[in-house]
């Protein structure tokens, strides 16, 4: 894809360019992460080992860091890497999220509702970027900067990928409910203010 387009406010967006490769060292870290992350959720939901799963979620969250910040650092954001991301959070997440409730079932609770959200709202709403010319859900602070700080900010990013199983692991799972339901309803809300862009 080549050439501008505009946001919903009417500003002009530069398009990711015409080619863009897969074949960079950010997506290399996706890949890396995801083909740690996934088999060590495996083996911990398996072994029933609490370690493990520690260790898969450890390589879940610092490679998620890890390859943004290097695409960032060396201008390597694509959509296509975007995209990688998005999926590689899926594969991680869901493995990690089903891990635990293995381990830990009293936790099923708020995990089922921690992964209708985040694999169905939440992937919806990461892969809603295409529909407009920016690189990821990092720029759609350009479209519109709500979504973007209730989505896609760090604070924001933070408590979805971390909040209910932080508050779960550390024993407390009403609160863990509690944490889901309220990612639900950002996710709802969001939803329907991306409806009335695309109109």
Request: with cysteine.
């Amino acid at each position: 894809m080549t050439g501008r387009g505009e946001a919903g406010d009417g500003s002009v967006l530069a398009l990711a360019g015409p080619r863009e490769s897969t074949r960079t060292w950010a997506n290399l870290v996706t890949a890396v992460r995801t083909l740690i992350c996934v088999p060590l959720a495996m083996l911990a939901a398996v072994h029933s080992s609490p370690e493990l799963l520690i260790a898969g979620y450890l390589t879940y969250w610092i490679g998620d860091i890890a390859d943004g910040a290097l695409a960032r650092a060396l201008d390597q954001e694509t959509r296509i890497g975007a995209v990688l991301d998005i999926v590689a959070d899926r594969a991680g997440g869901a493995t990690c999220a089903l891990a635990l409730a293995i381990i830990r079932p009293e936790l099923w609770p708020a995990l089922a509702i921690f992964l209708m959200q985040f694999m169905v709202l939440d992937g919806a709403l990461s892969l809603s970027f295409l529909r407009w010319p920016v690189k990821g859900p990092n720029d759609f602070h350009l479209i519109d900067r709500t979504v973007f700080r209730w989505n896609w900010s760090k604070p924001a990013k933070a408590i979805n990928t971390a909040g209910v199983i932080l508050a779960a692991a550390a024993g407390h799972p009403v609160l863990a409910v509690v944490i889901a339901l309220a990612q639900v309803v950002v996710k709802v809300i969001s939803a329907r203010r991306l409806l009335t862009l695309t109109r």
